[in-house]
């Protein structure tokens, strides 16, 4: 069992920025693929950005609409995965969450084939 929890959401202005953070507990965190989705309102959830481990070095991949905006890293020592997430809009508002995938392969981008989930954290871009 992975066991998951998102930090750092909230208010922001549109331009600003927000890292989120991603702390995992309980199992080996370096064999976890991670991502992030979101979900708007109304919304299905989508894949916003994944990273993997694998030889002792991490590879990244985000959706092409976020792409160079939004960085994703992580750090095993401290099992934890971040989110920096820059240049925010006001469609950029949404509950955001991490995910774990045991594999250490290309992260999913579905969200079905995720093992664990983290309660989400909100994040609300104003005009």
């Known amino acids: 069992q992975v066991h998951l929890v998102e930090s750092g959401g909230g208010l922001v202005q549109a331009g600003g920025s927000l890292r989120l953070s991603c702390a995992a507990s309980?199992?080996?965190?370096?064999?976890?693929?991670m991502g992030w989705f979101r979900q708007a309102p109304g919304k299905e959830r989508e894949f916003v950005s994944g990273?993997?481990?694998?030889?002792?070095?991490?590879?990244?991949y985000y959706a092409d609409s976020l792409k160079g905006r939004f960085t994703i890293s992580r750090d095993n020592a401290k099992n934890t995965v971040y989110l920096q997430m820059n240049s925010l809009k006001p469609e950029d508002t949404a509950v955001y969450y991490c995910?774990?995938?045991?594999?250490?392969?290309?992260?999913?981008?579905?969200?079905?084939?995720?093992?664990?989930w983290g309660q989400g954290t909100q994040v609300t871009v104003s005009s």
């Open positions: 995910a774990a995938d045991q594999t250490f392969g290309r992260p999913p981008t579905r969200p079905s084939e995720y093992d664990y």
């Open positions: 309980g199992r080996t965190f370096s064999n976890y693929a």
């Open positions: 990273i993997s481990w694998s030889g002792g070095r991490s590879s990244t």
